[in-house]
């Protein structure tokens, strides 16, 4: 309970900016802060990590694993907007992504019913180098063929072909395809988007 308890007071030492004001040569290392963020993310707080964050980032902190953390804190209170501009955040910043927030990420986009933004996300996930479980294409066609969107779902079924996975070629082949033939009758192209 005491770490707790120092931990809020660093936390309002830093919402305030005390401890991280040019003056103070104070140095809060990752060991201090990634417990705090975690603490905060996993309940209900996500905005005041996010805020902490920000502070310690002014100080050049850019630490991958407080970043994941916010991630998941965001989509897990519902806010999967907020969760991708931290990711966008990172990808200009250079930090590296853990798939595990993508997962979660996508998880909650379709979730909320948005296929479109899980599909964006997932998008996302490969262009960074991590390769989805079977199970993430396949919830995200089966939502995007459910709301109608069989040209997008067409495109993810494109990227599991690419990507050499086997599991649920069936939804592939039973759902998306034959719906993907109807309006694309000249079928893919290597250049397809």
């Known amino acids: ?42 309940h ?15 100080k050049g902190v850019l630490d991958p694993t407080a970043f994941n953390n916010l991630i998941c804190g965001h989509a897990k209170e519902g806010n999967p907007g907020l969760a991708f501009e931290l ?25 909320k019913g948005e296929p479109a933004d899980a599909k964006m996300s997932l998008d996302s996930m490969i262009e960074d180098g991590h390769l989805p479980e079977s199970g993430i294409f396949k919830s995200v066609m089966e939502s ?3 709301d109608g969107r069989i040209q997008t779902a067409s495109r993810v079924m494109k990227s599991v072909v690419v990507k050499g996975v086997k599991e649920h070629m069936d939804l592939c ?3 998306v395809l034959p719906a993907a033939v109807e309006l694309f009758p000249s079928g893919f192209r290597a250049n397809d988007p």
């Open 1 to 42: 309970m005491s770490l707790i308890m120092q931990s809020s007071c660093w936390i309002k030492l830093v919402e305030k900016e005390i401890v991280l004001r040019p003056e103070n040569s104070l140095e809060i290392e990752a060991i201090a802060y990634n417990p705090m963020i975690q603490y905060l993310c996993h």
């Open 44 to 58: 209900g707080q996500t905005g005041r990590a996010e805020v902490f964050l920000r502070q310690l980032m002014k």
């Open 87 to 111: 990711i966008k955040i990172m990808g200009r910043r250079g930090v590296p992504k853990d798939a595990d927030a993508y997962k979660l990420l996508i998880e909650i986009y379709l979730r």
């Open 144 to 146: 995007l063929f459910e």
């Open 173 to 175: 082949l039973h759902c």
